[in-house]
Nanobody
């Protein structure tokens, strides 16, 4: 069984867009908190965005605010729309699911295996 599955990564030029998807094995409960994290080579895993489905409240890292959007795609999936990509956005992106409204990776209990995003200059 796969807890979560990411897709949509790729190689793009700076200024371009990508849409990452995350699929859960079943319907995402309205009380769930869904989040995206990323990890670049030689760096710690960092928070990107989250959304609590029953309230719609979202949070974004300062580095992506105004460029990235997290939202539902269908009852068992979500996506991360990434616009105006920059080379510093290059990383392995992970989706996660938990119950706490948190920006800490340790607070999430379901994870995907990651999808690579590479942004060239």
């Amino acid at each position: 069984q796969v807890q979560l599955m990411e897709s949509g990564g790729g190689l793009v030029q700076a200024g371009s867009s990508l849409r990452l998807s995350c699929t859960a094995p079943g319907r995402i409960f309205s009380s769930a908190v869904m989040a995206w994290f990323r990890q670049a080579p030689g760096k710690e895993r960092e928070f990107v965005a989250l959304r609590r489905w029953n309230t719609g409240r979202s949070a974004y890292a300062d580095s992506v605010k105004g460029r990235f959007t997290i939202a539902t795609d269908n009852p068992n999936s979500m996506y991360l729309q990434m616009n105006t990509l920059k080379p510093e956005d290059t990383a392995l992106y992970y989706c996660a699911r938990g119950t706490s409204y948190s920006m800490m990776a340790s607070d999430y209990n379901y994870w995907g295996q990651g999808t690579q995003v590479t942004v060239s200059s």
